[in-house]
């Protein structure tokens, strides 16, 4: 039985819980994104969701995996990140820790002691395996003293599994084109176990997120379904937009219309200078993180808008002002 898709109308709020120390929040999901994740989950693609930070490219896996009833494991990448880090990773210092401790013990059983700094004994799973194969991957888990990926209450394995690859342009050029050799291939071996292998009647979602740093391999691309999420360019369609997204996230009786609509003109106005310096510029992270500054000091209107007008530069304006007079 294929594993259910997006059922969503454009607008729809998708709530998202606290988990895994991630904070409680809302996604507000947009149409091309419901249309987007459903081809993914049909076609077995990885979705490629790019865009300038702050357009909640990240926040849509978590939301897609909460919709779907998925598991989601998120991974950040970084310029020291491989491909053999979305597979599984080495806690080198733990076996360095073991290896002491029996050298120190010269008496031991020597055969017991090459078993308890054998590698697999230090292997934790990585992203996809958790994806691919979560029982195996909850096994190795408990052998190698690793925390078991988040999961919803009451979830089972058969639910399946969203995986979110953050920011792979990041990472060196190896690191997209092995990790489509990985979903191509559906297995990937790791040292001392058996292959890791997709049930593919629990295919994983992928998305994987780009923020633009580094050209991504042509190759990547063509492997991947392709998302554009982007805030609208006309002032009035934007602010429309970001007072839409904040009216999701804060109630009325905590800030009205009015606070929204004024903190989204700042945006936009701030939005406006900084491209015109080519520059990245604020977008609905910081719409929201402003919003939760004056949201959390001040109740009434009145107070809320002269302490919006007074902080607003410390979420708005990240560049110096010899690059945005």
Known sequence: MPLPLLDLQAGSLVPLPARGGMAESVHVIDA???????????????????????????????????????????????????????????????????????????????????????????????????????????AQAKRSG???????????????????????DKADPAVPNGLLDALGHGRFDVPGANPVVMDRARRPLVVI??????????????RCLVLHLALPTEADKLIAELVVRGRAHFKAAKCSDVVLTQAARLLAADRQKIRERDLA?????????????????????????????RIAKFALQKHPPELVP
């Open 209 to 222: 997120t780009t923020n633009e740093e580094r050209a991504l391999p042509d190759a990547f691309l063509r």
């Open 146 to 168: 690793a925390s078991e990926a988040a999961t919803p209450e009451g979830w089972q394995p058969e639910r399946g599994v969203v995986v979110l690859v953050d920011e792979i």
């Open 32 to 138: 091309d994104s419901i249309d987007a994740i459903n081809a993914a989950l049909v076609t077995g693609r990885p979705l490629l969701v790019r865009g300038e930070p702050g357009t909640g490219k990240s926040q849509l896996a978590r939301a897609a995996a909460e919709a779907l009833g998925r598991a989601f494991v998120p991974h950040a990448v970084d310029s020291r990140t491989e491909t053999r880090d979305l597979l599984w990773s080495v806690d080198a210092v733990a076996r360095l820790a073991e290896a002491q401790v029996l050298g120190a013990l010269r008496d031991g059983d020597h055969a017991e002691a090459k078993r308890r700094i054998a590698l697999i004994e230090f292997v934790q799973p990585g992203p996809l395996w958790w994806a691919f194969d979560w029982p195996s991957a909850l």
């Open 281 to 309: 510029p604020p977008g609905l992270a910081e719409y929201i993180d402003l919003l939760h500054a004056v949201t959390e000091q001040r109740t009434s209107q009145k107070d809320q808008l002269a302490l919006l007008v």
